[in-house]
C-alpha cells in the first residue's frame, strides 16, 4: 500500500467524466489532497468586502482530482476513511445576496474573516466556536456525459455539506465511471446544519483519505459510518438553546428558527445582524422534530450555551 500526495495547483470548478485523472492509486492507499478554498483562492485573509463582491463566481468549490483507483468499474464502490484534516489559520463565511436561507432579509454583502487558533476560533465577539473540519465536496464522477456545476449533490456525492465527514468518519460512494474520478473540495472548518446563510466556515485545507476499492458491490448513494459523537464534545456540557417553529411549509419553518436565534444572539451579546446570521450559519443545527402531523412540519434550532464565553 503506497501513500499519494495531491496539490492544488490545478482544480476544477463543474463535474465532467472526461476529465483526465490528475493522480492514479491502488485499493489501499493513502492519499494527502491540498485543497483551495470555496473560492478556488480568490478570497485572503486580509480581504474587504469591495474586494469580496468583485470575485469571480464562476469558480466556486474548486475540486483536486480526479483521481483514478485502479480497477473500478460501474458497479463497484468506493470505502474512503477520512484520516486527518489540516487547516491553514484562517477561513471566511459571506453573505451574498439572492442567496441563502433569509435571501430577502439581507440585501447587502458581507464578508466575515476568521482566525482559526487550533481547534477553536475567537473570531466572533462574545464567542468561542470549536471547529470539525469536513469536506463540504466529496465525490466521484457522475454517470451523465457533458459537465456539470457543482452545486447540486447526488447520488455521486459531491457538494453534500455533511457536517459529520470528520476524520474518524468512512464515506462509500457508488462507482459510476471507469476509475471512479474521486475528486474533493469545498472543506469547512466547522458548519451548523443547514449551512443556512449560503456558507460554513470556508477554509483552505489538506485532508487524508486511505481509498479502498469495494467490488461488485452496488450502491444507490452515499452512505457514511461516522463516530458516534455528532457534536463537539465541549458543547454538551452545557445546555442547548432549542427555537421551536411549526409550518406547513418546512422551508419557512427554518426562517422563523433562524431569526429567532439571530434575535437572540444579538440580544445576549451584541452582535449585528450579519454577524448574528453567520454564526448561525457555522453553529446552529437544525433539525426535523416531527412530520407526522400532517401537513405541518416542526423544526427546531439548537444553539450550544457553551459557545458563550460568559454563561446567562
Given at each position: 500500500m503506497?501513500?499519494?500526495?495531491?496539490d492544488r495547483s490545478f482544480t476544477y470548478n463543474s463535474w465532467n467524466r472526461e476529465f483526465p485523472s490528475r493522480l492514479s492509486i491502488e485499493s489501499g492507499d493513502t492519499v494527502r489532497i491540498e485543497m483551495n478554498d470555496a473560492s478556488d483562492?480568490?478570497?485572503?485573509?486580509?480581504?474587504?468586502v469591495e474586494e469580496y463582491k468583485l470575485i469571480d463566481r464562476t469558480k466556486i468549490h474548486a475540486l483536486t482530482g480526479p483521481i483514478s483507483v485502479a480497477g473500478a468499474e460501474p458497479g463497484d464502490q468506493l470505502k474512503i476513511e477520512i484520516l486527518k484534516y489540516e487547516h491553514e489559520g484562517w477561513a471566511w463565511t459571506s453573505i451574498v445576496p439572492g442567496l441563502g436561507l433569509l435571501d430577502e432579509d439581507f440585501t447587502e454583502p458581507y464578508l466575515h474573516i476568521w482566525k482559526l487558533?487550533?481547534?477553536k476560533t475567537y473570531s466572533m465577539p462574545g464567542?468561542?466556536?470549536d471547529l470539525d473540519p469536513f469536506c463540504g465536496i466529496i465525490g466521484v464522477q457522475r454517470e451523465e456525459a457533458g459537465e456539470f456545476a457543482t452545486?447540486?449533490?447526488?447520488?455521486?456525492?459531491?457538494?453534500m455539506d455533511?457536517?459529520?465527514?470528520?476524520a474518524g468518519s468512512t464515506l462509500h460512494l457508488p462507482v459510476f465511471v471507469e476509475g471512479a474520478g474521486l475528486c474533493a473540495g469545498d472543506c469547512h472548518a466547522t458548519q451548523g446544519d443547514g449551512e443556512v446563510c449560503i456558507n460554513g466556515m470556508e477554509a483552505p485545507m489538506t485532508v487524508t483519505f486511505k481509498v479502498t476499492l469495494v467490488k461488485d458491490k452496488p450502491l444507490e448513494a452515499p452512505y457514511i459510518l461516522t463516530p458516534g459523537q455528532l457534536i463537539s464534545p465541549r458543547y454538551t456540557e452545557k445546555p442547548f438553546h432549542a427555537f421551536v417553529e411549526s409550518a406547513v411549509d418546512p422551508r419557512e419553518a427554518?426562517?422563523?428558527?433562524?431569526?429567532r436565534a439571530i434575535k437572540y444572539l444579538m440580544e445576549r451579546v451584541g452582535l449585528s445582524r450579519e454577524q448574528a446570521y453567520v454564526t448561525c450559519s457555522v453553529v446552529?443545527?437544525?433539525?426535523?422534530s416531527q412530520l407526522v402531523n400532517v401537513p405541518t412540519t416542526t423544526i427546531t434550532g439548537y444553539l450550544p450555551e457553551a459557545i458563550f464565553n460568559e454563561s446567562v
Open positions: 503506497a501513500h499519494h500526495e495531491i483562492g480568490q478570497v485572503h485573509a486580509e480581504m474587504s487558533d487550533g481547534d464567542l468561542t466556536l452545486r447540486p449533490p447526488g447520488p455521486f456525492g459531491g457538494n455533511v457536517k459529520h465527514l470528520v427554518c426562517k422563523q428558527v433562524v431569526r446552529l443545527d437544525l433539525k426535523v
